[in-house]
């Protein structure tokens, strides 16, 4: 990027080693989090930009945690350990609710394919970064060239997309789903059924000037073009209709803990958890190793290129980690129609089942159903596994964050045994 100011960074983590090395760097700092969170300046230094990592699992929510805590009191580091917990609550909500993602992806198709031209042309010209906000398209191009936006960034252009724009925001919702290299499917939509005032009804959030001028870097602001626009008394909530149910379903069966199985067996590797050797399958022998993605093809396969190119080198490392771990054959699907491609993976190596942690409600969850009929067309079955932090934890994630962090709160405790007390471990 080209603006005055802009701050050199180092690339998101892409790797677990990458990951390892950006949690050392932001330890340290990890207790001045909560003063510096809000800052939206060059170099985004008061945030860890770990978010990356943990979409991927790159590293787990449970080694972030368990590390900030061996270096910081729980209540110095809350406000740190509550946004590693948000992750894990957004993904608990909408596995209680799946029919909220669906409805989601509905809305894409409607909207696409029969929306008005000028609203689709305004949708364009937005995500192209020609909004006339000189700001919030300063903030779009950073999302395109770099594939990451500071959070309140991120609120200030949902909001100005929903209230000021008037645009739907399932549409916004999949620009950033594209573009952000840490999309996670429960985070970003339901993140944006925030701004929109659904997911806590009768509560948005309002782009306002003076809250830009407040926490933007000024030189970020020197150019003021549209800024009006966002005038404290201007922008009004828009009038947003909520179509998806919020009806509570009974949360998935998986296994945490399962043995082995007898016969020949191979792993999946997604990018909804690429670190297989850490967890229930570490002292397993499989046979050989997939890495494919739910989102090579199908609605969400369209991505922006720094998008495409992290997701590749993430797989690559799960998959590399995974060969040196299990010392067996790893090949990486082609992309494309990943349940064929699965099962002609499976056939080749005479695989009796194939086993993988279970992805979640996404593209992940949605390939699910076609994977699993395509392999036992072959007479090969699927076995998701769950990690132990996400069965302890998701069913605390019913209501609102602020009662799962009362329990979460309640687990760890404040004495110096804290750490052991940590789902999972």
């Not at 909560?34 to 990592?53: F, I, M, T």
């Not at 010392?327 to 699907?333: A, F, I, M, S, T």
């Not at 969850?365 to 932090?389: F, M, N, Y």
Request: net charge neutral; charged share 25%; glycine share 8%.
């Amino acid at each position: 990027m080209n603006d005055p100011g802009e701050a050199q960074f180092p690339p998101f983590p892409n790797s677990r080693a990458t990951a390892e090395n950006r949690l050392r760097t932001f330890l340290p700092g990890a207790a001045r989090y909560a003063a510096h969170r809000n800052r939206v300046a060059p170099g985004h230094d008061g945030v860890s930009r770990l978010s990356p990592a943990l979409r991927h699992r790159l590293i787990l929510e449970e080694e972030v945690v368990a590390e900030v805590l061996s270096r910081h009191r729980f209540q110095a580091a809350e406000k740190f350990l509550q946004e590693v917990h948000w992750r894990t609550y957004w993904k608990g909500w909408l596995e209680f609710r799946p029919q909220v993602w669906r409805d989601y992806v509905r809305k894409i198709a409607t909207w696409t394919t029969t929306a008005p031209g000028p609203l689709l042309e305004r949708v364009e010209a937005v995500c192209r970064g020609t909004s006339g906000v000189a700001i919030l398209d300063r903030f779009t191009r950073e999302l395109i060239e770099t594939g990451y936006l500071h959070n309140h960034a991120r609120m200030w252009w949902a909001g100005y997309w929903i209230h000021v724009e008037r645009l739907p925001w399932e549409l916004g919702a999949d620009f950033f789903h594209r573009h952000l290299l840490d999309a996670d499917p429960a985070s970003n939509t339901l993140g944006w059924r925030w701004v929109a005032g659904l997911q806590t009804p009768g509560k948005t959030y309002l782009p306002r000037r003076s809250n830009l001028e407040r926490y933007c870097d000024p030189g970020w602001l020197a150019d003021d073009t549209g800024l009006e626009r966002l005038e404290d008394d201007v922008v009004e909530p828009a009038r947003v209709e909520d179509t998806a149910s919020v009806e509570i379903h009974s949360l998935p069966k998986y296994s945490t803990s399962p043995a082995s199985p007898p016969g020949r067996f191979g792993f999946w590797l997604h990018e909804d958890d690429a670190t297989l050797e850490i967890g229930a399958f570490r002292d397993w022998q499989p046979c050989a190793i997939a890495v494919g993605s739910t989102m090579t093809s199908g609605p969400f396969s369209s991505l922006g290129r720094q998008r495409r190119i992290h997701l590749s080198r993430v797989l690559c490392d799960g998959g590399d980690r995974a060969a040196r771990h299990f010392r067996c054959p790893v090949d990486v699907l082609a992309s494309g129609a990943l349940a064929e491609s699965l099962g002609n993976w499976a056939l080749e190596h005479q695989l009796q089942e194939v086993v993988g942690y279970a992805p979640f409600v996404g593209p992940g969850s949605d390939a699910v159903s076609e994977v699993r009929e395509t392999l036992s067309a072959r007479g090969i079955r699927w076995t998701p596994v769950q990690r132990q932090w996400d069965a302890e934890l998701f069913p605390f994630a019913r209501a609102g964050f602020f009662p799962y962090w009362a329990r979460i709160c309640k687990r760890l405790g404040t004495g110096e045994d804290q750490e052991r007390q940590l789902p999972g471990f």
